[in-house]
């Protein structure tokens, strides 16, 4: 079945619906991190920072990865997806720290 407009980050911020894409860049991070924890090993009840906890725990990532991790989850969140609390800026940040913290993930443990 292809993805609804809705389900694709770019084109919501493309629409200017910022706060439904940085909510989608953060599942999109999530995910990501998820698939590469369980690929490794990793529980399947364990999803979202308990995954990443559980890669860095076994080696997986250092501790410094583990806290930028960390870090760019609790930025991501910080506004919330209430409408009208991002703009194309900050939503832009949170595009490129995710797609870039992504590739990292990929290319160490993928």
């Given at each position: 079945?292809?993805?609804?407009?809705?389900?694709?980050?770019?084109?919501?911020?493309?629409?200017?619906?910022?706060?439904?894409?940085?909510?989608?860049?953060?599942?999109?991070f999530d995910?990501?991190?998820?698939?590469?924890?369980?690929?490794?090993?990793?529980?399947?009840?364990?999803?979202?920072?308990?995954?990443?906890?559980?890669?860095?725990?076994?080696?997986?990532?250092?501790?410094?990865?583990?806290?930028?991790l960390k870090?760019?989850?609790?930025?991501?969140?910080?506004?919330?997806?209430?409408?009208?609390?991002?703009?194309?800026?900050?939503?832009?940040?949170?595009?490129?720290?995710?797609?870039?913290?992504?590739a990292f993930?990929?290319?160490?443990?993928?």
């Amino acid at each position: 079945m292809p993805a609804t407009t809705s389900s694709k980050p770019g084109r919501a911020f493309d629409r200017g619906d910022y706060e439904a894409a940085n909510s989608q860049y953060r599942a999109a991070f999530d995910a990501a991190y998820d698939v590469l924890a369980h690929g490794k090993g990793c529980p399947v009840e364990r999803t979202g920072g308990q995954a990443r906890r559980w890669l860095a725990d076994n080696g997986f990532l250092e501790e410094d990865e583990s806290e930028l991790l960390k870090t760019f989850f609790a930025f991501a969140g910080r506004a919330g997806s209430h409408a009208g609390l991002s703009d194309a800026v900050d939503s832009q940040l949170r595009r490129h720290f995710a797609t870039a913290l992504m590739a990292f993930g990929i290319s160490k443990l993928g």
